[in-house]
Nanobody, 121 residues
Framework: QVQLVESGGGLVQPGGSLRLSCAASGSIFSIYTMGWYRQAPGKQRELVAFITSGGSTNYKDSGKGRFTISRDNAENTVYLQMNSLKPEDTAIYYC???????????????WGQGTQVTVSS
């Protein structure tokens, strides 16, 4: 099994910045794409950004120019740097990882427990 633990959420004023981290641990054979999703109250979970094992990135329009996703493959960690935060960025942020727990295990999408981000004055 692969466990994902997010950190770095909190309360920030509009225009401020936060850096989220998500570390994978446990039985890890290989991690492929890693990403960040978010879910605001009363809304569906939506993609924020993802990054492949090779470093290619993709962003939802709402985060382009403000958010930067990166990863440290040696540490099995993915980051989300969020700048110029807006109240509409308020949500629970979840990381995920497409990974195999062993050479014979199927690829599976693992999820973290989420970290709250609140943008408010």
């Amino acid at each position: 099994q692969v466990q994902l633990v997010e950190s770095g959420g909190g309360l920030v004023q509009p225009g401020g910045s936060l850096r989220l981290s998500c570390a994978a641990s446990g039985s890890i054979f290989s991690i492929y794409t890693m990403g960040w999703y978010r879910q605001a109250p009363g809304k569906q979970r939506e993609l924020v950004a993802f990054i492949t094992s090779g470093g290619s990135t993709n962003y939802k329009d709402s985060g382009k120019g403000r958010f930067t996703i990166s990863r440290d493959n040696a540490e099995n960690t993915v980051y989300l740097q969020m700048n110029s935060l807006k109240p509409e960025d308020t949500a629970i942020y979840y990381c995920n990882a497409d990974a195999k727990a062993s050479v014979v295990a199927p690829q599976y999408r693992y999820w973290g427990q989420g970290t709250q981000v609140t943008v408010s004055s």
